[in-house]
């Protein structure tokens, strides 16, 4: 199966997966490719991290306003192996994110396609030997509606 087929583009929702996932897309059917970046993360037990708005460089652009309009395409790794906790939800105004899904169980690797308010999510599930936090690698593609 071509893996580029798996990138439909045409998801009005949220869906998230684990595993390696599909490489990303060249072209999506009805979308541009605005900008693509890579990001690091710390995340932590019983607490939900997602990419930051406020990064100066590469800021995850989701709003409340707009969803059908923007898409975000995700792949991520636990950098040393380590399962993590894995969601997403969606912007809710001055609540903030809202887990609205989560993998049934912890993963070291998972993709997502997120509709323009969807948030990935991440947490640290707490090790026998006591370490409470762990690092993220994310790959981010982020497409805008064409015309």
């Not at 395409?73 to 997403?88: A, D, H, T, Y």
């Amino acid at each position: 199966m071509d893996d580029t087929l798996l990138w439909n583009g045409a998801n009005t929702g949220n869906s998230i997966h684990a595993d390696q996932g599909p490489d990303f897309p060249t072209v999506l059917q009805g979308w541009r490719l605005r900008r693509e970046w890579e990001a690091h993360l710390r995340v932590f037990c019983g607490e939900w991290r997602s990419l930051s708005p406020d990064d100066p460089d590469d800021p995850y652009l989701a709003t409340m306003n707009g969803c059908a309009n923007q898409r975000f395409l995700i792949r991520w790794r636990s950098i040393g192996g380590v399962p993590v906790r894995f969601g997403c939800g969606t912007v809710a105004g001055d609540v903030g994110t809202i887990v609205e899904n989560e993998l049934p169980a912890p993963a070291v690797r998972g993709w997502a396609e997120l509709h323009g308010c969807g948030w990935p999510l991440w947490q640290f599930v707490g090790q026998k030997n006591g370490s409470n936090l762990g690092d993220i690698a994310v790959a981010v593609q982020y497409w805008v509606a064409s015309a």
